[in-house]
């Protein structure tokens, strides 16, 4: 019953969100378009519910001639390709405000597991054991307001796993109001190749995470 009412909840919200947010958004398209070449918005494949293949929006945060199919946190030196705007959209994480679109879809929800990248076959593999891959992915998630990408691969599958066992409204509501610390704190965002990340975060073959 309650995945009746969350989808219920996921379709008025961003409906009244988006409404409200289409100044902010008729700004930053204009920001990204007139500061650098190439489109404003970037799609990317990732997993939805059920395993089935959708395109992310996202607004696009690099130049045009980015490395592609390679994640950011994999890049030497990702600073020389994220723009200027860009760094600004990836600290606040407006760079997935476009994520509403496929929330209104019904592609994705407000809090699930994030969409695992079309081959991060490690991850999605716990996920399918675990019963995550059953869920509809989120914009924001449990494992999201636990460590984001500071997270080993085994980590988040745990979170995600766990948040399919318990997903409720409280356990939703607790994490959307906990995205806003990590948003406005900034933790747990990795960019670039860290010594101090995981090896088995970075194990799965590459692909552009602009």
């Known amino acids: 019953m309650y995945?009746?009412?969350?989808?219920?909840?996921?379709?008025?919200?961003?409906?009244?969100?988006?409404?409200?947010?289409?100044p902010l958004f008729?700004?930053?398209?204009?920001?990204?378009?007139f500061t650098s070449k190439g489109g404003v918005f970037f799609t990317q494949k990732r997993v939805g519910k059920d395993n089935i293949h959708f395109g992310i929006y996202k607004f696009r945060t690099m130049y045009i001639d980015t490395p592609k199919d390679t994640p950011t946190h994999l890049?030497?030196?990702?600073?020389?390709?994220i723009t200027p705007v860009g760094k600004f959209l990836r600290k606040t994480s407006f760079d997935e405000l476009p994520q509403l679109i496929n929330i209104l879809k019904g592609e994705m929800s407000l809090v699930g597991p994030r969409p695992a990248l079309w081959n991060q076959y490690d991850l999605i593999a716990l996920r399918d054991k675990g019963g995550a891959s059953a869920c509809v992915p989120g914009l924001?998630?449990?494992?999201?307001i636990n460590g984001r990408d500071e997270l080993p691969i085994e980590t988040k599958a745990a979170y995600d796993n766990e948040y399919a066992k318990k997903l409720s409204f409280f356990l939703d509501l607790r994490i959307f109001f906990g995205t806003f610390f990590f948003v406005l704190t900034g933790r747990g965002i990795q960019e670039g190749v860290s010594s101090e990340v995981p090896k088995s975060s970075q194990n799965h073959p590459p692909t552009h995470s602009n």
């Open 140 to 144: 924001t998630g449990l494992a999201q």
């Open 3 to 22: 995945k009746i009412i969350k989808r219920g909840m996921d379709i008025v919200f961003c409906g009244v969100l988006s409404l409200f947010l289409l």
């Open 75 to 81: 890049l030497e030196n990702p600073e020389k390709y």
């Open 26 to 33: 008729a700004v930053l398209c204009a920001f990204v378009k």
